[in-house]
């Protein structure tokens, strides 16, 4: 059994704490709007993650699921609305403009979706 050490601070005493060693994970843009979101909305369950060192795994999951939706989302949409390679060799600029539209169309769904949820 490990003995715990305390160290005086003013008139109390504290426990001296270690976080264990996590692997460091590069996060993506949906995993650092997952973690700020967290962090300012839902402060306990950040801090439950992120004590029981869960946080990076449940980002890691988040970021994955995200990508997949919008991909799948884009592909779909984009069928739908016959954004295709014949318009994009037809008139690029109307291929363009369709696509980043259809694009900021998902990344908000995506949003609400999965990070906002």
């Given at each position: ?5 305390y160290t005086m601070q003013g008139d109390y005493s504290l ?101 906002f949820a």
């Amino acid at each position: 059994m490990n003995e715990i050490k305390y160290t005086m601070q003013g008139d109390y005493s504290l426990p001296n704490l270690i976080m264990p060693e996590q692997p460091e994970v590069s996060l993506g843009r949906y995993a650092q709007m997952r973690r700020t979101f967290l962090k300012e909305h839902h402060k306990v369950r950040y801090y439950n993650l992120l004590t029981s060192c869960k946080l990076n795994a449940h980002l890691v999951e988040t970021e994955q699921r995200a990508l997949t939706l919008e991909e799948t989302l884009i592909q779909q949409m984009a069928a739908q609305e016959g954004i295709t390679e014949s318009l994009k060799a037809a008139d690029m600029m109307s291929w363009v403009r369709k696509m980043n539209n259809l694009k900021n169309r998902v990344q908000e769904i995506v949003k609400a979706e999965v990070i906002f949820a």
